[in-house]
């Protein structure tokens, strides 16, 4: 279909997730997701809601492609997520203009 042939320099998806379990499989996703989309570079943002404090973090071996936000609220609308999706959609495009990192601090993944 169209969407895969998705050519566009840099593609963010964004998962939503009530629980921090599922942080144990996004490398798989998002590797799934680079393999699908080959001509772009791929970001996965992950936020974890009902968690106990908020951080922004970008998962270390993933050179800055997963990116993880945790808060403790959750949103039925979806208007509480502006704010780190803006961050995770700077961080994206600022890594690809210096080639590396962005404005997610790096974390590896237990400390997450």
Excluded at 47 to 70: E, F, K, M, Y
Aim: with cysteine.
């Amino acid at each position: 279909s169209r969407f895969y042939e998705n050519g566009a320099p840099k593609l963010l998806f964004i998962r939503s997730m009530n629980s921090s379990s599922e942080l144990m499989s996004s490398q798989v996703l998002l590797r799934v997701l680079q393999s699908l989309f080959p001509k772009s570079r791929v970001y996965l943002l992950l936020i974890a809601v009902c968690q106990p404090g908020t951080q922004s973090v970008a998962v270390d071996g993933t050179s800055g492609r997963l990116l993880v936000h945790c808060t403790p609220q959750w949103s039925v609308d979806g208007l509480l997520f502006a704010e780190p999706i803006r961050a995770a959609y700077a961080h994206a495009a600022e890594s690809m203009r210096v080639g590396h990192g962005g404005s997610f601090p790096s974390r590896p993944m237990h400390e997450v």
